[in-house]
């Protein structure tokens, strides 16, 4: 959870300074990230209620599993375009046999992404961590993927204009969602293990939140405002 968490700050940090340069897409992008980890570490915290050992462990080894098939991927590449380079082909071949020995521990036959929650998608685990589908997360998506809506529509299009650079507009969703994202994060670990989280750090979370949440009130009532004069 320290690991989960100071990943989680790091990312605040990259949305704030996304926003402050004016891409709220990219922002939008990494605060999508912090809901994922909001159903992680609720998924998680489940878990560790229940005594379920097998599942932190599991969530562990991921990591592991997942840096080696990473590794595997690298001399992969290079024994295909250097079919001289025996040291690759070696490392290829012993990375191989980690993996196996993975698979056979936890009677997996292939790894996907979230294998360690024994579901076969971020929907699944949605479903099981408890909380409802997040509206916002599907916006997200949309706005991040190369689709036909992330290539004609931006966050907010005010402007009228295809952005090529920086845009004052369209900076309170991103945020209201990273903040709150961040507060309900801060707020499960603390729940689980005070001593990690202290008021006042899950006091200044939700101090960040309420913040963003005014101005996104302001926004919406702004928007309401321009509707009603049109």
Request: glycine share 8%.
């Given at each position: 959870l320290v690991r989960i968490y100071s990943k989680a700050i790091?990312?605040?940090?990259?949305?704030?300074?996304?926003?402050?340069?004016g891409y709220p897409e990219g922002a939008f992008a990494l605060a999508r990230s912090l809901y994922e980890?909001?159903?992680?570490?609720q998924f998680l915290m489940i878990g560790y209620s229940q005594s379920d050992n097998e599942l932190i462990e599991r969530f562990f080894d991921a990591a592991e599993i997942a840096h080696i098939q990473q590794k595997l991927e690298t001399v992969k590449w290079v024994s295909e375009h250097d079919e001289e380079d025996e040291k690759a082909k070696q490392l290829y071949d012993q990375?191989?046999?980690?993996?196996?020995?993975?698979?056979?521990?936890?009677?997996?036959?292939?790894?996907?992404?979230?294998?360690?929650?024994?579901?076969?998608?971020f929907n699944d685990l949605i479903d099981k961590s408890?909380?409802?589908?997040?509206?916002?997360?599907?916006?997200?998506?949309?706005?991040?993927?190369?689709?036909?809506?992330?290539?004609?529509?931006?966050?907010?299009?005010?402007?009228?204009?295809?952005?090529?650079?920086e845009t004052p507009?369209?900076?309170e969703e991103p945020l209201w969602y990273a903040t709150l994202c961040f507060f309900v994060i801060s707020d499960l670990i603390h729940i689980g293990f005070p001593h990690l989280i202290t008021d006042s750090a899950l006091a200044s979370a939700k101090r960040s939140h309420d913040i963003s949440t005014s101005a996104k009130r302001q926004y919406f009532l702004q928007q309401a405002a321009k509707l009603q004069s049109k």
């Open positions: 790091l990312t605040a940090c990259e949305v704030y300074t996304l926003l402050k340069s980890a909001v159903i992680i570490v990375y191989q046999q980690d993996i196996e020995k993975y698979k056979t521990k936890h009677g997996v036959k292939k790894f996907t992404d979230y294998w360690w929650a024994q579901v076969n998608s408890g909380f409802k589908k997040d509206y916002l997360y599907k916006e997200a998506c949309n706005n991040v993927h190369f689709n036909s809506y992330g290539a004609f529509f931006y966050i907010d299009m005010e402007d009228g204009y295809v952005r090529i650079g507009c369209g900076i």
